[in-house]
């Protein structure tokens, strides 16, 4: 299709500007990156995890893990309906990625000492601190970049959250044989690495 000379030199310079090597040299935008890697890797090694020890250690029929992600997904609709809409307006989405980190790390650590309690106590803390965490995440990765490089920046995102997702599904079910209940206890590290990391975010500004 024929462009005007005007239109062809600044479509050549978005798409210049939305290149692989140009979105890396964005501030903050590597570190947001190995955040999106962590998060996922840390998420993966549950979802893998615990099915096999809601089976095999908890000794849960397929109704009850059933039944236990039912309510788990209830309280993700609360917390990030109702309730985020709420805390959102008093505070800043970097405060509520470092506290929601905080709280989610504390949902894997429950469920080491393999008590059902425990494990519905921890669906709570799974609820508020993904539903806190994850929205308010994507909002602050929204402010790297301008803006026709906010799809190229989402696109690179999601890679490494696939990539995570991989190492972390092959990951989680070795290390399940290996060490049983103790791979939560990696996943919540590894969340709270991301805690730690987060105060980072308080660096970025809005580039709109």
């Known amino acids: 299709m024929w462009l005007p000379e005007s239109k062809q030199v600044s479509t050549a310079e978005d798409e210049e500007q939305r290149s692989f090597k140009n979105i890396l040299k964005i501030q903050h935008v590597k570190y947001m990156f190995v955040l999106y890697?962590?998060?996922f890797l840390g998420f993966n090694f549950f979802y893998t995890?615990?099915?096999?020890?809601?089976?095999t250690t908890l000794l849960w029929s397929p109704a009850q893990l059933g039944?236990?992600?039912?309510?788990?997904?209830?309280?993700?609709?609360?917390v990030q309906g109702p309730l985020l809409s709420k805390i959102g307006s008093r505070f800043s989405d970097y405060s509520l990625v470092i506290f929601g980190s905080l709280i989610l790390s504390f949902h894997f650590f429950l469920l080491i000492p393999s008590i059902v309690t425990l494990a519905y106590v921890s669906l709570l803390f799974f609820a508020l601190g993904n539903g806190l965490m994850w929205p308010s995440y994507l909002s602050i990765l929204s402010a790297c970049g301008s803006k026709n490089q906010q799809g190229s920046i989402q696109g690179l995102g999601t890679s490494f959250g696939s990539l995570a997702s991989i190492i972390g599904l092959l990951a989680g079910g070795f290390l399940y044989n290996v060490i049983g209940s103790f791979t939560f206890l990696i996943a919540g590290s590894i969340i709270f690495i991301v805690f730690i990391l987060s105060f980072q975010s308080r660096k970025i500004k809005s580039n709109e």
């Open 37 to 39: 890697f962590l998060i």
């Open 49 to 55: 995890a615990f099915p096999v020890h809601a089976s």
């Open 67 to 78: 039944f236990y992600f039912s309510v788990l997904s209830v309280l993700m609709v609360l």
